[in-house]
Structure formats: C-alpha cells, structure tokens
C-alpha cells in the first residue's frame, strides 16, 4: 500500500516509516500540516496516518479539509490526545480509527491492515464462513462442522469482529473498543477470559484450532494452513 | 492611611453629597420660613396701624380739628415705647402735631424712612396717610421687632446648617476612615495571596458590617485555595512517586536486557520493561482524565440513555471474569427500563472501576452485587460486594487520588481508580458513598432526578 505519515516528531516518524516499509508499504511523511494536505489531495495514497497535534496546520483541520474536498482514503489518527473526548472529536471530523501514543508497532500494524482491508468486505454481507466454521449474522447463530454453537451475546460480537478480520491480527484495545466500546484499558482480562470462553466452544470440541494468539500482539482467526 | 483614600471614600463623599442637599433643603425652606413670617408681621402691623386711624376719625368727629390735635399730642407723650409715630399735616406739608418731622408723599400705605428723630439708623416703619377734613393724618409703626425676629430665624437656621454640615463631614470622615483602614487590610491581604502566601486570612470584625460579609466571602475562598493548593502539593508529590516506581522498574529490567545471555532472555526482558511504561502512560492518562474531567463543565457529552441496558451489558462482561476470580457476580434490576441523562462512556467507566475495584480487593468465594435501583430521588448506581471492605476511617481518603491504604500498599494498582469515580459522579452531580456492605465494601452513586429537557427522551409513536 501507499501511506503517508504526517508526524512532526521526526523520531517517531522514522520509527513508523521503518517499521511499516518493512511490512512492505510504500511510506511518504510529511511534518507540517500544509504539507499533508497538499500531498494527499494531489497524490492518490491509501491511507493517512494522521498527527494530530502538527506545525502549520493541525491535524484535525487537515482531515476536514480532505473530506471537504471529497477525498475519502482512510484516515488513522495517531495521536498523544487520547481522551474519549479527543477520540469522539477525531472521529466525528471523519477519521476512521484512533491510536493514542505511546504505542505497540504490533498495534498499530493490525489497525493499518484492518483499515486497509474495510472497504472490501460487504458490511451488509449477512452470512461469514471460514473453514467449517459459519455465522449468520441476521440469526445470530454460529455453526461449526454442522453443530450448532451457543455463543453469548459478547462472544458472537468476538468472533464476528475476528471472522470479519480473518487471516489478520486483530488487537486486544481493538476488540475492547468494538466489542465492548471501551476506549480504557480494564485492569481486569475482559478478553482474556471472554476469548478463553469462545475458544472452549469454537475450538476445544473440534480437532482444528481455528483462533490463535499472537503474542504481545493480538488474536487472529485463519483456517488451517 | 493616606489621606487621598479617606477622602475619596464612598463615606465623606455620601456626607458631602448629603451636607449640599442639605443646604439646598434648609435654604429653600428658611426662605419660605421668612417670607411667612414677614407677611404675618406685616399683616399685624398694618391692623395695628388701621386701629389707631380709627381713633383718629372718632377724635375728629368728637370734637373736630382740635380734639384730634390733642389726640395725637396726647399719643406720642404717652407711648414710650418709640414704636409709634404719628404726624398731622397740612396740606401743604406743615407740620401740625405728633413726632412724625416730615409729610409723606404718598397716600395711602408706604413706608418712611426714619419718621422721627429718635428712629434714625432703624429700618423703615410702615405708614398709612390719608386726608381727614382739610388736613392730612400719618400713622406709621416701627418695623424693627420684625425685622428683629426674620434676623434671629436666619441666625437660628445658619447656625443649625453649620452644626448638621459639620456633624455630617466629621460622621462621615470617621466612617470613610474606618472603611479606608479596612479596605487597606484587604488590599495588603490580598497583595500577600498574590505573591504566594495562601495562609493569611482577613480580620473579621463585631459590627458585621458589609465589608466584614464580604472579608468572610474571601476568607471562605482563601481556605478552598489553600486546601486545593496543599492537595495539588500532595498529588504532584504522589504523581511523581508514582510515576517513578514503573519508570525505575523499566529503567532496570532494560539494563538487565542490556546484560542479557540470550537474545530470548531479552526480549522478554523489554517486553516487561513495555509493561511498565504501558502502565506509566495509563496513570498519566488517568491522571488528565480525571483533571479534564474535574476541569470542564461542559455537558454537551450529556444525552439520556437506559441505565439497565448498560448495567446488563456490563454484568454479562464481568460475570464471567468474577467466576474466573472465584466470585459470584449477581445482577439485580429493577423490571422497567430506567433512563439515566449523563456521558454514557463515563459512566460506563466509572461502572468498571467499581467492578473491578470490587473483584480485586473481595478475594475468592465473595459476592459481587451490581444493581441499579429506580429511587423517587433519581436512578442510584450500587456495586458491592461481600470482601473485606474498607474501614470506615479510609472511606473518604480512598477517594482522594494515590490514596492507598496501607496493606494494600504491594497489591497493583495506581489508586487512581476511585478518585475518577469520584470525578465522574460529582461531574454527573450524583453523589458518591462508600458504605458498609455487612460484610464487604458498597459503593453508591445516587443520580439526581433525570432533568425534563425537550427532546432528551424519543417521543412515543
């Protein structure tokens, strides 16, 4: 993919170029504001990660003179603003995800390839299958290799957000905020033991795993290669 | 005390506005006093006057121009008070009888300078002459008493003018001063806050006046300034300790990373090291949060939402991460929904520190209750559970931010969580209480009344 970075610290600037070049993106950065505007609205990049806090024009006010002029790639706010106020606010003026500094790559790297990657799934798919494994989303019901599966309502709610996302590791403050809607990290292992509870009915009763923990990462759901 | 600020003060300058309508007031009044008072005397003279030309005629007509001659002879030698003067004439102005030394040009009323030779220097008498047979009659009376008695009124209203006017400038120098004195000790007071010192406090005074109302207005500011700049000492204080503990346990464990054997050993050392100043920056976040929050009264976040869908929604969270604990958590709700006007998100938060606060400290095999009552108050938020609870000497410094009871003191946790509490329910105007569970600890947050705001609430289809 091709991004562009507007971060003005150019310490943290290097450190996400490398890191995400070393995924195998295309990397611009920009660290004024002005700057980022003009290099988005004439050059087509896929997505924005987004400062909010720039020299010249902040961030907020770039991202709402892009929609204004119709650009729609996906922006990633990644910012040290991280009250649910400053989070409301991003996302209203039209962002697409919010990140607060300081960070994990691994974070960060999940978000860029979920974002990347929303425009593609149907959002009005109602059915999501992988492997023997399948939702029906207008039901709510899971199926795996023809046996029914009785999930709680939190627990549809995990592995729809992991099916949606499949093949791709998804974060553990990125299933706290769309399962859950909690923009804090809870001192208890809310997703620890509501994943360990998922995998005791999708996984345990079947031979193949079908979800997996990356550490100090995420969770991913992928059929067995 | 400078004489400038006595002198400019609300007090004299009230004295002296009152001393000028005074005057204004007595001037105006003191004329009409002597104008009243001339007219009656005039009045009175001239009745006098009338009497005595009466007589006149009836000596005329008595006895013609000789009994009249003799009348008026007879007049002046007895009345010895000087206040009478009578004259007979003829008409070509020889004098006849009385004391009167010269005829009068007029006819009629009038009045005469120094009539006769003993009035010289008196102020004028009032006369009346008139023709009787061939000759002319002149009656004049000195008008000297009152002329006398509108002197001694103007005397008596300067005199009382000039003792007011001074009573009021003396009254009102003294209250100007004293009001000067303490607006003085409030200046320096004030002077003394500014440059630092929060300690010092306004004399208040017996006579609770306005300025001694308004010194206890100040004095009740100085001591929240002084409680909020000690408790911000103590927080900085805490910040700082706080922060530096996980900030030393990184520093560490990267040294030990540093000195490593294996690259394994190594990673796992900095993936420690990132535990902590995960947890550094989740205090500092805490730590702004709870001062925006404490900061802001904007409500703009506020809408009404259904409190019993978000406590449902919670209690299916942490059930399963109470029976992990060992714990039971139990729900209890009341059968109609209730709406709750507040920021959902911190509400919601607010709801997990408790919870998670409840399942820390109550250890395995205790009870957590989570339930939402609907009170004639307002909707009231309850999470307790059957643990060890809090002593009720700590029930209030557990809200305070970093507090920590002591034995608690190695179990993890910033004692950040309860202070947000606090900050979101008073943010909310609920009110917080720590109570005794019997056994256990039970924390309340009772919301006023949902507020009935147009629109707050879907309408019915």
């Known amino acids: ?225 | 005390m400078p004489r400038a600020s006595i002198l400019s003060g609300v007090a004299l300058r009230s004295a002296m506005l009152i001393l000028v309508v005074l005057a204004l007031v007595m001037g105006v009044a003191g004329w009409a006093i002597l104008n009243t008072t001339r007219t009656a005397m005039a009045a009175q003279g001239q009745s006098v006057i009338l009497e005595d030309v009466n007589l006149l005629h009836d000596a005329y007509t008595t006895g013609g121009e000789h009994e009249l001659t003799r009348f008026i002879e007879n007049a002046v030698a007895t009345r010895s008070d000087k206040q009478f003067a009578f004259g007979l004439f003829e008409p070509s102005g020889r004098v006849i009888a009385g004391n009167i030394t010269r005829a009068p040009s007029f006819h009629g009323w009038g009045s005469i300078e120094a009539p006769t030779a003993q009035s010289e220097g008196d102020p004028p008498f009032l006369a009346y002459t008139e023709k009787l047979g061939n000759r002319v009659i002149v009656v004049a009376r000195s008008q000297h008493t009152a002329a006398a008695i509108a002197d001694a009124i103007l005397e008596a209203l300067i005199a009382s003018g000039i003792v007011i006017g001074g009573a009021a400038l003396v009254i009102g120098y003294a209250s100007s001063r004293r009001v000067s004195v303490k607006l003085a000790i409030i200046d320096d007071t004030l002077a003394e806050v500014a440059g630092g010192n929060t300690e010092v406090r306004l004399p208040i005074g017996r006579s609770s006046d306005q300025i001694d109302h308004v010194s206890r207005q100040i004095n009740a500011h100085l001591d929240r300034l002084s409680d909020f700049m000690g408790a911000m000492r103590n927080t900085i204080v805490a910040i700082a300790h706080d922060l530096k503990s996980p900030l030393g346990h990184a520093y560490m464990l990267l040294q030990q990373a540093g000195a490593a054997r294996t690259p394994r050993e190594a990673a796992s050392m900095i993936d420690d090291a990132q535990t902590e100043m995960d947890r550094l920056s989740q205090i500092i976040d805490t730590v702004l949060r709870i001062s925006r929050i404490e900061a802001s009264n904007d409500s703009s976040s506020f809408a009404t939402f259904s409190a019993s869908d978000l406590v449902r929604d919670l209690a299916q969270t942490f059930e399963p991460v109470a029976e992990a604990a060992g714990q039971k958590l139990n729900l209890r709700l009341p059968l109609a929904e209730v709406p709750l006007f507040g920021d959902r998100r911190m509400i919601q938060q607010m709801l997990v520190n408790l919870i998670e606060n409840a399942s820390r400290y109550a250890g395995p095999n205790t009870l957590i209750e989570l339930a939402l009552e609907a009170r004639p108050t307002g909707p009231a938020l309850i999470v307790g559970d059957t643990g060890p609870g809090v002593p009720a000497a700590y029930r209030a410094e557990v809200l305070k931010p970093f507090f920590r009871i002591e034995s608690e003191r190695t179990a993890p946790g910033s004692g950040l969580g309860l202070a947000l509490v606090a900050a979101i329910a008073a943010r909310h105007h609920a009110r917080l209480e720590l109570t005794d569970n019997r056994p256990g600890l039970r924390a309340t947050i009772a919301f006023p009344a949902v507020p009935v705001r147009r629109h707050a609430l879907p309408r019915a289809a």
Request: aromatic share 6%; hydrophobic share 40%; charged share 25%.
């Open chain 1, 1 to 225: 993919m091709k991004l562009l970075v507007a971060e003005d610290d150019p310490q943290s600037s290097a450190f996400i170029r490398k890191g995400l070049i070393q995924e195998g993106h295309q990397v611009d950065s920009f660290a004024d504001g002005r700057d980022v505007l003009s290099a988005c609205l004439y050059t087509p990049y896929d997505m924005l990660i987004l400062d909010r806090m720039m020299p010249g024009m902040d961030g907020l006010s770039v991202l709402k003179s892009l929609r204004a002029a119709g650009r729609q790639l996906p922006v990633l706010f990644l910012t040290a603003m991280g009250d649910i106020d400053d989070r409301v606010e991003g996302l209203l003026a039209g962002g697409d995800d919010y990140l607060v500094k300081p960070f994990h790559f691994s974070e960060l790297s999940a978000r860029v390839t979920s974002l990347a990657r929303r425009p593609q799934h149907n959002p009005k798919a109602t059915r999501l299958a992988l492997h023997d494994l399948e939702l029906d989303l207008l039901e709510r019901t899971a199926v795996r290799a023809r046996t029914a599966i009785e999930l709680q309502a939190k627990e549809f709610a995990l592995l729809e957000i992991l099916m949606r996302n499949a093949g791709r590791i998804v974060t553990k403050t990125m299933l706290l905020e769309r399962v859950w809607d909690f923009t804090f990290d809870p001192r208890t292992t809310v997703v620890e033991t509501h994943m360990s509870r998922l995998r005791a009915k999708v996984d345990k009763p079947f031979d193949v795993p079908l979800i997996h923990t990356t550490r100090n990462s995420g969770y991913s759901i992928h059929a067995p290669r």
